[in-house]
C-alpha cells in the first residue's frame, strides 16, 4: 500500500487520491455539514418580513441580514460588520487553529462532504480511483466518468443558482430561470459562467484553493501562535517510529506503526509527522486515521491530536494566550459599537440639506424663510405613509415638492420653506430640527442650519 496519496503517474501536478477517512471526528464533520449546507442553500429561499433572510446584492447596494436591511447610507454598518467577521476569525484561528477551514469553510464542506463522497460512491475508494484512472477508456470508465462528471454539474449549477440568488435576490433569480432567455441575457450567461467555475473548481482545482490560493491560509503563519491548538502529531510518543513486529519487541520504538494512513486520508496530501504545514487545514481526518490504528495496537489515542506547540516540544499544557485575549477584547469593543448603531438605526432615513444659492428670505418683516431638500429613505420592507414637520412647534413648513408616501425600497423627495417668526431668532446660525411620524410615532429625525438676520441687529 502506498504511503502517499499522489499520482506519481502524472506529470505536473501530483493529483491526490485521499483515502476515504471515516471514525468519530469525520462523523462529527458530517452533521456539521449537514446543518451548514442547509443554511445555506435555504438562506437565500427563505423569507422574514418578505425578505430574503440574506441577501448580498452589491449591484444595487442592498443587503438584508435576518430582517435587518442596509442600503448604501447603512455602508458603516456594513463594513463594521465585515469588521466583526474578520476580528472573529482572527480570534478564533488565534486560539483554535484552522479548524474554519476544514468544518466550516464551504470551499471544505463542497469538496469533502459532497463531491469527493459523490466520487467514493461511483468510483471507489483510493485505490480503485487510481485504477480507473490507469484503465483505458472501456464501458465500465466511460459510464463512471460520464456519471461523475454529470452529478458534479448539476451540483455545481445547483450551487451556482444559489450563490445567484444571495447576489441578485431569489426572485430576480426565479424570473430568469422562468421567463424566456432573451429578456435575461446576462443573467442566464452570469449562471453558467458560474456553474463552469464552480464546476471546475471542484472537479479539477480542488485542495489547490487551500494550499495556494486562498489567503487566509497563508495568514496561518502570522495568526498562529504556541499556544494555538492544531491538528499535531505527539512526535515524543510517537519517534522513533517502525513497523511492529510481532517477534522481537523493540521497547525503545515509538507508537507510530509507520503505516502511512495518516498520509493516505490527507486530502491536502501533507505528512502531518513532518510538523506543522501551512497546508493542514485541520480537518481531523488523520486523527480518525491513526485513533483507528492506535486501537488496534493496544496504545492509548490520539497520536495525532488537538496539540499546541509548546505542549509537543516542552510538554506544557493549553492556555489561551495573551494574544487570544487581545483580539477578544478588541472583538467585544467592535460588537458593543456595532449593536449601539443596530439599535439606534432608524427604519427611515432622513437627510435634509439647505437649497444651493440660496441663504435667506424676509417675509414681511415678521418672518424669515430657508430653502432646504429633504431625501427620504425607506428601509422597511413595506410601503409607507408619514408626515414629515418641524420639530419645533413655532417653526412652519412650506412646501413647495411635497411627498407623504415612501414606496416599498424606495425614497421620497420633498423640497420647502422653513418659516420662523423674527421673535424666534436670535443668532445668524441656528439649529433647525425636522421629524418624520409614522403612525403617531417619530420614526427618524435630521438636522441642519437656519440663516437670518436677527431681529436686534
Ligand atoms: S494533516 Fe490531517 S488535519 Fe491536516 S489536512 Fe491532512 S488530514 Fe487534515
Ligand atoms: S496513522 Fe498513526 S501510526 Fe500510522 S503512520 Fe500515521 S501517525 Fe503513524
Same mark, same amino acid.
Given at each position: ?403 407623504? *408616501?415612501?414606496? &416599498?425600497?424606495? +425614497?421620497?423627495?420633498? @423640497?420647502? %420653506?422653513?418659516?420662523?417668526?423674527? !421673535? /424666534? ?12 411620524? *409614522?403612525?403617531? &410615532?417619530?420614526? +427618524?429625525?435630521?438636522? @441642519?442650519? %437656519?440663516?437670518?438676520?436677527?431681529? !436686534? /441687529?
Amino acid at each position: 500500500m502506498p504511503q502517499n496519496n499522489k499520482n506519481k503517474e502524472s506529470k505536473g501536478r501530483d493529483f491526490l487520491y485521499p483515502k476515504k477517512p471515516s471514525g468519530r471526528l469525520y462523523t462529527y464533520r458530517k452533521w456539521v455539514s449537514y446543518v451548514l449546507l442547509l443554511l445555506l442553500f435555504s438562506c437565500p429561499f427563505l423569507k422574514l418580513n418578505g425578505e430574503q433572510w440574506v441577501l448580498l446584492n452589491f449591484i444595487e447596494r442592498k443587503f438584508v441580514f435576518f430582517g435587518l436591511i442596509f442600503t448604501p447610507q447603512d455602508f458603516y454598518l456594513f463594513a463594521l460588520a465585515m469588521l466583526i467577521f474578520i476580528i472573529f476569525i482572527v480570534c478564533f484561528t488565534v486560539v483554535l487553529g484552522r479548524l474554519w477551514c476544514g468544518w466550516a469553510c464551504p470551499q471544505t464542506i463542497f469538496m469533502e462532504m459532497v463531491f469527493r463522497r459523490i466520487e467514493f460512491w461511483i468510483e471507489g475508494d483510493n485505490q480503485k480511483q487510481r485504477k480507473l484512472n490507469a484503465q483505458p477508456w472501456n464501458r465500465e470508465k466511460i459510464f463512471k466518468k460520464s456519471a461523475k462528471h454529470f452529478i458534479f454539474l448539476v451540483i455545481s449549477f445547483a450551487i451556482a443558482n444559489t450563490f445567484l440568488a444571495y447576489l441578485i435576490g431569489s426572485e430576480k433569480l426565479f424570473s430568469i430561470i422562468t421567463e424566456p432567455v432573451r429578456q435575461h441575457v446576462s443573467g442566464f450567461i452570469s449562471i453558467w459562467i458560474f456553474t463552469i467555475l464552480f464546476y471546475v473548481v471542484f472537479a479539477y482545482v480542488r485542495e489547490v484553493v487551500c494550499t495556494v490560493i486562498c489567503p487566509y491560509g497563508r495568514l496561518q503563519g502570522v495568526l498562529l501562535d504556541n499556544q494555538s491548538l492544531i491538528v499535531a502529531y505527539d512526535v515524543n510518543r510517537g519517534e522513533p517510529r517502525g513497523k511492529i513486529q510481532k517477534q522481537n519487541v523493540d521497547e525503545t520504538k515509538g507508537d507510530c506503526v509507520d503505516c502511512g494512513l495518516c498520509v493516505q486520508v490527507c486530502p491536502t496530501g501533507i505528512d502531518i509527522r513532518k510538523g506543522t504545514q501551512l497546508e493542514c487545514v485541520n480537518c481531523t481526518a488523520c486523527i480518525d486515521a491513526c485513533d483507528e490504528v492506535m486501537l488496534k495496537i493496544n496504545k492509548p489515542e490520539r497520536l495525532i491530536g488537538f496539540y499546541n506547540q509548546d505542549y509537543i516540544s516542552q510538554q506544557k499544557p493549553f492556555k489561551i494566550g495573551a494574544k487570544a485575549y487581545g483580539y477578544a477584547a478588541v472583538l467585544l469593543v467592535v460588537l458593543m459599537v456595532f449593536s449601539s448603531l443596530i439599535y439606534k438605526r432608524s427604519s427611515i432615513e432622513t437627510t435634509v440639506l439647505r437649497a444651493s444659492g440660496t441663504l435667506y428670505q424676509n417675509r414681511g418683516t415678521n418672518q424669515t424663510s430657508n430653502l432646504y431638500n429633504a431625501e427620504l429613505i425607506n428601509k422597511t420592507n413595506k410601503t409607507v405613509k408619514f408626515e414629515f414637520r418641524a420639530k419645533d412647534q413655532h417653526d412652519k413648513i412650506e412646501f413647495i415638492q411635497a411627498a407623504n *408616501v415612501l414606496p &416599498k425600497d424606495g +425614497s421620497a423627495q420633498i @423640497t420647502f %420653506f422653513l418659516i420662523r417668526n423674527n !421673535n /424666534q431668532i436670535k443668532e445668524y446660525k441656528s439649529d433647525a430640527e425636522f421629524e418624520v411620524v *409614522v403612525d403617531g &410615532k417619530v420614526l +427618524s429625525q435630521a438636522s @441642519t442650519s %437656519f440663516f437670518a438676520q436677527p431681529d !436686534n /441687529q
